[in-house]
Nanobody, 118 residues
Framework: QVQLEESGGGLVQPGGSLRLSCAASGRTFSTYDMGWFRQAPGKEREFVASIRWSGGRTDLSDSVKGRFTISRDNAKNTMYLQMNSLQPEDTAVYYC???????????WGQGTQVTVSS
């Protein structure tokens, strides 16, 4: 099992940047594929980005390509989401998730709020 904890959310103006972190417990973090998802008020949860256990492959949703970057540091048991050029539509609770491929994302963090507003 793995336990996840997000941090780094907050209030930022449009055009600003934030970096989210997802810290994982345990010694097997490097064996998990990881992902970021978000849920805006009144909307369904949506995929944002994912990264393979090795960091060798990343995927980003079309809505964040060119603005967000996902990365991980397996030595620190931490995943990151660098968010640049933030827009009001990026306002949501951001969750990190973990899975052992090819299984589903079975582990969740508690989420961190990101609010983009002037």
């Amino acid at each position: 099992q793995v336990q996840l904890e997000e941090s780094g959310g907050g209030l930022v103006q449009p055009g600003g940047s934030l970096r989210l972190s997802c810290a994982a417990s345990g010694r097997t973090f490097s064996t998990y594929d990881m992902g970021w998802f978000r849920q805006a008020p009144g909307k369904e949860r949506e995929f944002v980005a994912s990264i393979r256990w090795s960091g060798g492959r990343t995927d980003l949703s079309d809505s964040v390509k060119g603005r967000f970057t996902i990365s991980r540091d397996n030595a620190k048991n931490t995943m990151y989401l660098q968010m640049n050029s933030l827009q009001p539509e990026d306002t949501a609770v951001y969750y990190c998730r973990a899975r052992r491929a090819p299984g589903p994302y079975a582990y969740w963090g508690q989420g961190t709020q990101v609010t983009v507003s002037s």
